[in-house]
């Protein structure tokens, strides 16, 4: 079946419900993408991801090009067969790790040359390389280089940036078109918006790169320390530029205010660690806001973390015991805590689709502040 | 249902086949319990333990006392609920542990005095409170405090604490009797024989223990250093003195031939951290030896660690991505890798109960052997 999005209904606040459809499976949106960063969510099995509700998850092709290389990948039958996930799968290209990870040489037109952080050998990524290791890992969608910045940056580096992204994205889709079929199933190729919190360029890029007729659009460069109220700002402008027909994903963002906010600005796919990572650190996310596992006050509570959750973790253990397992330094309190993290973001994503479809997003919103709204900043949201 | 044990079948090799009755299940035996020592299986779920054949689990007093306390363990309903393991649990006396963990300040014949490895407070352990920690605690079966000696020791160190396991097993005894019920189910206490590699000591203990007529017997104070030959030889001595009808632990062996050798021997249950921790370092047992994953041969092997193997872990991940997976650092490793390998030591007790049953144990060694012992030093085994 080829790759296609469906937009079902859109809610008066702007909240799309819709369906993607790929060679691995359908991906109903809106939806949080679980981060597999080396072929692979941490402490979680491709069960776990099931049983917490995934329906696609996303890689990082920059940390598979270094360990253990696209090749072995390739050979292994790709990532879905070498992770042992049937679900789609996303690949990220690798452009916000070589600007947050690597020590960064130079960026020049034709690629990126940096330094491995593993073991310090030299590597150049070009967009037309990094769409052939994408191919090679085997993802259901692809995303094109980008020169991320960092903030806050000038409006002519932003520009700058900008540029060499539509630059970039033009070149990937020459090296094989926007759309191809490989071992087969089809991969398709998204594009990433740029500009940083500069709103004429921002336009300027989605405009761009909208005019190239991408399968999907991503909006990059947010979520780097900026303002919420800028992150928010420029994924409603963005949203508001690119086709109504194809699928916006927001990279790396974010808490779960952050994706009420952008669903209500019209994304449909979110990708973040902040579920995974900050459940390794003991924080779990409920509908009334997080708490620290190892806090004093959950040793002697035999409820679950949140009474509410229907996840195997409330289901099945007491705080007492996940607090016992975090002091004791035991691998499955991190289990047990992303598997509740990321049941806690996917059944929040299935109950906004719910909601886009049979009811109001406006004030389901206002319901979901009543309760989660304590922990937050009371000026800061809803924006 | 009371504890009980059912002698189902005995080999012309002394080999025994039987089922433990107890209030959360019955195990058959021969039957290797793996080691939750602070109230979890490293990196695993009671689920993972279900699928992997567990049948009867394994805890640390020593560890629970000093963390979470077993008064919070009471307080959670106890170890079963408290963990989310509904089958039997076993709890060690912490013997082992204030032997070879804690900073041994003094063992009178009182108890023993000890400072906590974790917060160096001043511990004092009694045969009495020993019992009633594991009370509280809650195990289907409680150890007696026992007092191990290092190899090589003096026979007078070895028969002096031979004598204070026999004192502290009677006063365990009187502390409750040997079977009591708690919480609406039976609890039951096994003494320990200790003895050392005196033939005539180890004699000594196991017939004092037997006049007090335990539920059952364990084999304690071997696999600290001293050669196979005595482990078998004081193992098979010691067996041969059990009473017939009583369950026969041997605690804390060891690698697959050791389960092979004692079970020939007559031992009933095992338990050690051997596959578990071997596992967390990526060394994994295969019908024919063991492997370590890192190893650059594993590297593009795409095939399971042993296409023999029915475990989830050989059944969905080959040896190139559990590599990987251990290469960079992912969790998911040592968890699979401990699937794998607790599944192996299952699936050899599940093979040696069918085999005493229904044919000859050993030609079945032979065959164990033809396969597995290449990876063994010709001379040791079978002894």
Not at 101 to 106: E, I, K
Request: glycine fraction near 10%.
């Amino acid at each position: 079946m080829p790759f296609s999005f469906e937009l079902k209904a859109v809610d008066r606040s702007g909240a799309r419900a819709g369906s993607i459809q790929t060679d691995h499976g359908s991906i109903e949106t809106p939806i949080f993408m679980p981060v597999g960063t080396q072929g692979t969510v941490k402490s979680l099995s491709p069960g776990d991801l099931e049983n917490v509700g995934a329906q696609i998850i996303l890689s990082n092709t920059y940390h598979l090009h270094l360990r253990p290389g696209e090749e072995l990948i390739r050979e292994a039958g790709g990532i879905h067969r070498f992770m042992s996930w049937k679900g789609p799968v996303l690949t990220d290209s690798g452009g916000y790790q070589v600007f947050s990870l690597a020590d960064l040489n130079r960026i020049t037109d034709e690629g990126v040359r940096f330094k491995s952080h593993i073991d310090g050998s030299m590597r150049f990524l070009t967009p037309e390389n990094v769409v052939n290791i994408q191919l090679d890992i085997g993802s259901d969608i692809m995303m094109v280089l980008d020169q991320c910045v960092e903030y806050p940056c000038s409006r002519a580096a932003a520009e700058d940036a900008l540029d060499r992204t539509t630059l970039w994205a033009k070149r990937s889709l020459e090296e094989h078109g926007a759309k191809m079929t490989r071992g087969g199933y089809e991969r398709v190729l998204f594009a990433i918006v740029q500009g940083s919190v500069f709103h004429d360029l921002r336009e300027k890029s989605a405009r761009e790169l909208v005019s190239l007729d991408f399968p999907g659009y991503a909006i990059g460069g947010l979520s780097v320390g900026e303002p919420k109220k800028d992150l928010l700002e420029i994924t409603g402008l963005v949203a508001g530029i690119l086709p109504e027909e194809k699928p916006r994903y927001l990279m790396g963002v974010g808490f779960p205010e952050d994706l009420v906010e952008a669903v209500a600005r019209g994304v449909d796919m979110f990708d973040c660690v902040m579920p995974t990572r900050n459940a390794r650190n003991g924080t779990v996310f409920m509908s009334n806001g997080r708490t620290i596992l190892k806090n004093a006050s959950n040793a002697r509570d035999f409820g679950p973390i949140d009474p509410d959750c229907g996840c195997h973790t409330c289901r099945n253990y007491s705080r007492a015991y996940l607090r016992h397992l975090f002091m004791a330094g035991e691998m499955l309190g991190p289990r047990l805590a992303s598997c509740h993290n990321l049941y806690f973001y996917l059944h929040l994503m299935h109950q906004m689709r719910q909601v886009i479809k049979d009811g109001d997003f406006l004030e389901w919103r206002q319901d979901f502040y009543s309760k989660y709204g304590d922990s937050l900043k009371k000026d800061q949201y809803p924006i």
